[in-house]
């Protein structure tokens, strides 16, 4: 099998000789040590109740709390591309798998978010813009220059070089706005941008459902995540009604429960501490839940259903989001497997996919664990 790179929890890993090596981000580490420079230079001046009291005070935050997000990755030359949104600027950086390597800089962008990235030849796509509307983008490496394909109310994402027709797959999610400006993106259709022609041609959609990760093989063959739009959906209303009363105590004793922590200091449950009960319930539920691409999932529940379903290998996905195929010759859809965070199509025709627990190889129908990882994502064949 060859090696393997992907991103979980925010780290670069490598799977190499049947071992995972984390890749730290060497552009992260000198940003780091630079905030830390900073504030130990002015620590004297800047800290304390002295430079309070004189108006000097100023808060440089603890490099630790540094906002960075590794986006994306791609396999480039001998090594590959990755894509990462630092504070406020976007950079793209050249790695090897050699964590001792010197990184290469490919780019960098004030005020603006790269996201998912692929490349072909000399060429990157990309997603492009800020947190609320993206557009599709097409970088030059040997220059650092981009061209945006694609304008608009619109959050264009996932994109990924065909690898048969000159076009780039990617998801589309249009916004709509409340009056006081607020956006509300509508499900994600799959689509296909002809760069011959600069047309952009929407392959499918359901307005019931996202569908995401784009991928085009070198048979034509069309692969994708399909999965309900907005979430997971709680269909039985008499399950609703059973347990509506038991919700309206709870949340009337919840609402007295508060003042009496805020005004009284003291919880009415007896022999509680109001800020541990409280630091406990919010470490048990961030275990149980996670924010992915603006959906709620509830891990736990996910992982213990998938485990009753009888899976080889049970992951944190819930089985509604389904890796699906369209034939490229009789445009049939076919599910290849559920409960599916990300993928990628191999050069032998197997998939390598994520289920948000591990890494799983999936070729004949046979699955093959290739490793635990926790939410990964962005997996490329090196």
Not at 2 to 23: Q, T
Not at 223 to 243: M, Q, T, V
Not at 350 to 362: D, E, Q, R, T, V
Request: hydrophobic fraction near 35%; aromatic fraction near 12%.
């Amino acid at each position: 099998m060859k090696d393997i790179i992907y991103i979980s929890e925010n780290k670069i890993f490598v799977r190499k000789d049947g071992r995972p090596l984390e890749l730290p981000s060497q552009r992260v580490e000198k940003y780091k040590k630079a905030v830390e420079s900073i504030r130990k230079r002015n620590e004297w001046k800047n800290s304390g109740k002295g430079a309070q009291f004189m108006g000097t005070y100023r808060h440089y935050g603890d490099a630790a709390e540094t906002d960075a997000y590794i986006s994306g990755l791609a396999k480039y030359e001998d090594g590959f591309l990755y894509s990462i949104n630092l504070d406020d600027v976007a950079w793209i950086y050249k790695k090897t798998t050699d964590k001792n390597d010197i990184e290469g800089h490919i780019t960098a962008k004030d005020k603006l978010q790269i996201r998912d990235i692929d490349i072909h030849g000399d060429k990157c796509t990309a997603s492009v813009g800020s947190r609320e509307t993206r557009s599709l983008a097409v970088f030059e490496l040997s220059t650092g220059s981009f061209n945006e394909l694609t304008e608009g109310d619109t959050r264009e994402d996932f994109p990924s070089f065909s690898k048969k027709y000159n076009r780039i797959m990617f998801s589309s999610s249009g916004l709509a706005r409340y009056p006081n400006g607020v956006a509300v993106a509508g499900p994600y259709a799959a689509m296909a941008f002809d760069i011959d022609k600069g047309e952009m041609e929407e392959l499918f959609s359901d307005s019931r459902f996202d569908f995401i990760r784009v991928k085009e093989d070198s048979s034509g063959n069309i692969y994708c995540i399909k999965r309900p739009y907005g979430g997971e959906k709680n269909e039985n209303i008499f399950l609703d009604i059973l347990l509506f009363p038991w919700r309206m105590i709870k949340a009337i004793f919840g609402f007295f429960n508060f003042f009496a922590i805020m005004f009284g200091g003291q919880s009415l449950r007896s022999n509680k501490d109001p800020q541990t009960s409280a630091n406990m319930k919010m470490k048990q539920k961030s275990e149980r839940e996670m924010f992915i691409d603006g959906n709620v999932i509830n891990a736990e529940q996910a992982y213990n259903l998938n485990k009753q379903k009888g899976e080889k290998f049970p992951g944190l996905i819930p089985h509604s989001w389904e890796l699906i195929k369209i034939d490229c010759y009789d445009g049939g859809h076919t599910c290849l497997k559920k409960g599916v965070l990300d993928y990628t199509v191999c050069e032998d025709g197997s998939i390598l996919y994520s289920n948000g627990h591990a890494i799983i190889k999936l070729s004949d129908g046979k699955e093959e664990l290739v490793e635990k990882c926790r939410l990964a994502s962005n997996i490329v064949e090196l």
